[in-house]
């Protein structure tokens, strides 16, 4: 369940440049929509930045941070750098249908220069979108304009739970009250100003023991901003304490390929760039990359060999190079818009009849 402000006929059409832009904008909750939208040959079309990585002040039940052995793999911090931002934005083409997923290992607001690496994004790359994820703690209202004033499209702030409790059982913090208000508060100043932008988004986590209480969440957040909705919990490489699926992938004899290694990918703030935003969290992982941005452009990387063959372990899912994937259930977030063959999986093609086949609605978008 969720509360969407519609986007206005005009916005679509003006974002509308390619076939993928039609799908995203017009075809999105169709089978159809979802071929034409998630397979990215070329480019990733969500590219997740991590600005800054340290350790996170929240220890969140259903992520890798509640683990002390991943909390201890940042306790230094690292910064990106000017140059770094540099070379990503130019190896993004200026294309609506491409985004900048903004955030961090840590929390996003901590990074001093976000305004100024976001004014200078919208600034060379105004039509690619550029979202950015918070746990809203640190959203004064000076920040929220200077994120304003930068260009950002939208900003997403991760409330978790529908009241304080549910939230200090996931967060383990006593924080709930705080970002309510901030939410509050920005929905206040974005209205009293006349802003458009940032798009502002909170949800909160859709697990069989928080299903109940999705909809009066949806239904009070609803007043204040542009989209609130529950986001269904996977599991994500390890167990989720006191949270169960609320909508479970089928079993694994019926399980398919997962779509992000042709849909996006992460570079950490040195520049590397890695196979999954998931490969952030795992030890086995934590300094795998395929390339970094400063030595190559993110095309060149996104063709290399070890990413073929990464692409190739998921079409056959012989993935035992890849215990994170293997163990990873985020493959049934997204819509199912493969073919079995003998020899594993391929790209379904667009038939006519999935023009007026509904897409599963939690998924693909």
Known sequence: MSHVRPRPLFEKLRTTRSLKGLAQNFLLGTMAGQKLFLRADDLPRVVNISFHEKTCFYS?????YAEQAVRDMYRTRSEMSFATLENIVASMPNDPYYSFDIS????????????PFVAYMKAERPRVNTILSTNGVLLTER?????????LDSIQISLFAENAADHEAITKTKTFEKVAENIRRISRLKKARGLERPYVQT????????????????AYWSRFVDKAFGRPIYKIGRPIEGLTPALAGPPSPRRYPC?????STAIRANGDV?????????PGTKDARIGNI?????REIWGDPEFRRFRAAHRSLELG?????????????????????PGGFSFAPVRLRDLFTRAPEHRGG
């Not at 890695?274 to 795992?282: A, Q, S």
């Open 274 to 282: 890695l196979h999954c935003y998931m490969f952030h969290w795992h």
């Open 259 to 263: 779509i992000v290694p042709w849909y």
């Open 104 to 115: 961090a290992i840590g929390e996003t607001l901590q990074f001093e220069n976000l305004a």
């Open 321 to 341: 190079d890849y215990p994170v994937c293997d163990s990873c259930e985020h493959w049934s977030a997204y819509t199912d818009v493969w073919d079995r063959t």
């Open 203 to 218: 949800f909160m986590m859709e697990a069989k023991e928080t299903e109940a209480r999705v909809a009066p969440f949806v």
């Open 294 to 298: 400063n030595e190559k452009p993110l």
């Open 60 to 64: 969140c039940t259903m992520c890798p």
């Open 143 to 151: 920040l929220f304009l200077s994120l304003a004033e930068s260009g």
